[in-house]
């Protein structure tokens, strides 16, 4: 399994932006799907994004399509989820999540193996 970092987060205001990363360790990672969480207080963890293995195929949560990009940069062992036009409803921890597949970009969180620690985003208003 990856051991997952992520970064990035932090206090914003509405309208504002930021590029959360999740930066992975071990050997696996250019052969795993990626997903971006996130969990508000008192909710149940939600999927935000996904990536395939090379970054070919991506997924979106519709509460973030279009205003929102996963991508990913193997040669780093890192994932990136830029997130723009920030709503205070955006306002969550935001995790990331690996799972070694060259088939599959998981939309649901039981799918995935491994697990960051989670980076906190507040959107105020």
């Known amino acids: 399994q990856l051991q997952l970092v992520e970064s990035g987060g932090g206090l914003v205001q509405a309208g504002g932006s930021l590029r959360l990363s999740c930066a992975a360790s071990g050997r696996t990672f250019s052969s795993s799907a990626m997903g971006w969480f996130r969990q508000a207080p008192g909710k149940e963890r939600e999927f935000v994004a996904g990536?395939?293995?090379?970054?070919?195929?991506?997924y979106y949560a519709d509460s973030v399509k279009g205003r929102s990009t996963i991508s990913r940069e193997n040669a780093k062992n890192t994932v990136y989820l830029q997130l723009n036009s920030l709503k205070p409803e955006d306002t969550a921890v935001y995790f990331c999540?690996?799972?070694?597949?060259?088939?599959?970009?998981?939309?649901?969180?039981?799918?995935?193996?491994?697990w960051g620690q989670g980076t906190q985003v507040t959107v105020s208003s």
């Open positions: 990536i395939n293995f090379n970054g070919g195929i991506t």
């Open positions: 999540a690996a799972e070694q597949t060259f088939w599959r970009t998981p939309r649901i969180a039981s799918e995935y193996r491994s």
